[in-house]
């Protein structure tokens, strides 16, 4: 048997199990992938909401970098959520030294129940020293506005934002669109900007308020295809089709806020 690509997720434990690191290894497991896993902090976490945050500290967030990338290794790397300014620049730090070429960052900055996942000053330094050294950033509509400083309300602004945040350093900008107005009845529309050309990937509607780990594993997916060898265009289509078919198949889960099931 031939071994796996290796992937490593950086991220957040959801405790419910629809989100964060264990979404992303579901992703990556099912794409053909071997996942790593290095949690960044530990979330009481159910379909209503995220109860409360346990911050893992920054030098052990590093050690498990450490652990991992000396002895395994990793094709492919994904980031989710960071939360504290220290543990971005220690995974920054980390992942210059092993010279990783394909990072994928998820920029994880709100709750699907509305609770904040990353603190301000946190989300200037993703900024300043992940975006740079990223193969390409996943941020939805909420994110892009705010890395953009414009109001998305439309195709045209979310291309326009892309412009922004790949001229922050970002080789590739992909925005999705399932927060843009009107999409209940237009579709689920994502942009990728490769800093030439604009590509758009159409998905139909899914009526569903189960729709929790959808940001995680479009990116979980997206990374493991990039491991793969794929091309940034290829990988986004494959992670578009497989997110939309997670979601017509999720499940309810709780009193609130169901997950999306992937499956091969």
Not at 6 to 12: A, Q, T, W
Not at 13 to 42: E, F, R, W
Not at 46 to 62: C, E, H
Request: charged share 20%; with cysteine.
């Amino acid at each position: 048997m031939k071994k796996p690509l290796k992937v490593l997720c950086i991220g957040g434990s959801d405790s419910s199990g629809g989100a964060g690191i264990q979404a992303d290894l579901k992703a990556v497991h099912v794409c053909g992938c071997y996942g790593l896993s290095v949690v960044t902090a530990i979330t009481a976490q159910n379909s209503l909401g995220v109860q409360d945050i346990l911050t893992v500290p920054y030098n052990f967030v590093s050690e498990q970098i450490e652990s991992v990338l000396s002895d395994i290794g990793a094709e492919a790397v994904k980031t989710g959520m960071l939360w504290k300014e220290d543990i971005i620049r220690a995974i920054a730090r980390k992942l210059k030294a092993y010279k990783i070429k394909k990072l994928v960052i998820d920029p994880v900055m709100m709750a699907k129940g509305g609770k904040s996942l990353m603190d301000e000053k946190a989300k200037i330094v993703l900024m300043k020293t992940l975006l740079p050294i990223s193969m390409v950033i996943t941020p939805n509509i909420p994110e892009a506005e705010y890395l953009a400083k414009i109001k998305i309300k439309s195709i045209a602004e979310m291309k326009k934002a892309s412009e922004v945040i790949f001229n922050m350093g970002a080789k590739n900008v992909i925005i999705k669109g399932g927060h843009l107005p009107k999409s209940k009845t237009k579709g689920s529309i994502d942009v990728l900007f490769d800093g030439r050309n604009f590509h758009e990937f159409h998905a139909p509607w899914i009526k569903t308020k189960n729709t929790h780990g959808t940001g995680c594993t479009f990116a979980s997916v997206l990374v493991a295809r990039l491991a793969q060898g794929e091309s940034i265009l290829n990988a986004a289509d494959s992670a578009k089709k497989m997110v939309t078919k997670a979601i017509m198949n999720s499940i309810s889960l709780g009193k609130g806020h169901g997950a999306v099931y992937i499956y091969p």
